[in-house]
Nanobody, 116 residues
Framework: QVQLVESGGGLVQAGGSLRLSCVAS????????MGWYRQAPGKQRELVAD???????NYADSVKGRFTISRDNAKNTVYLQMNSLKPEDTAVYYC??????????WGQGTQVTVSS
């Protein structure tokens, strides 16, 4: 059974910071990419950032310079450091893992709310 357990969401004022964590466990196989997506009410789910097993990162334009993704391969854990948060960052954030056979796994989501 595969589990992606997210933590670190919450309520923060604009300009503040949060750090999300996601631990992957179970029969995932060899992990390739790990990342974060988000979905705001009435909007489609969108990529926030992802990182390959080799450390190559990719960010949405809207978060470049404010968010930093990192991972600990030994712990199957991915992090998202979010600084200078804006109200438009408010969304449910989902952890995403893709293994080397391109099979996708998703977390349950964690709410991030940024007040103005």
């Amino acid at each position: 059974q595969v589990q992606l357990v997210e933590s670190g969401g919450g309520l923060v004022q604009a300009g503040g910071s949060l750090r999300l964590s996601c631990v992957a466990s179970g029969s995932i196989g060899r992990i390739n990419a790990m990342g974060w997506y988000r979905q705001a009410p009435g909007k489609q789910r969108e990529l926030v950032a992802d990182i390959t097993s080799g450390g190559t990162t990719n960010y949405a334009d809207s978060v470049k310079g404010r968010f930093t993704i990192s991972r600990d391969n030994a712990k199957n854990t991915v992090y998202l450091q979010m600084n200078s948060l804006k109200p438009e960052d408010t969304a449910v954030y989902y952890c995403h893992v893709r293994n080397i056979w391109r099979y996708d796994y998703w977390g349950q989501g964690t709410q991030v709310t940024v007040s103005s």
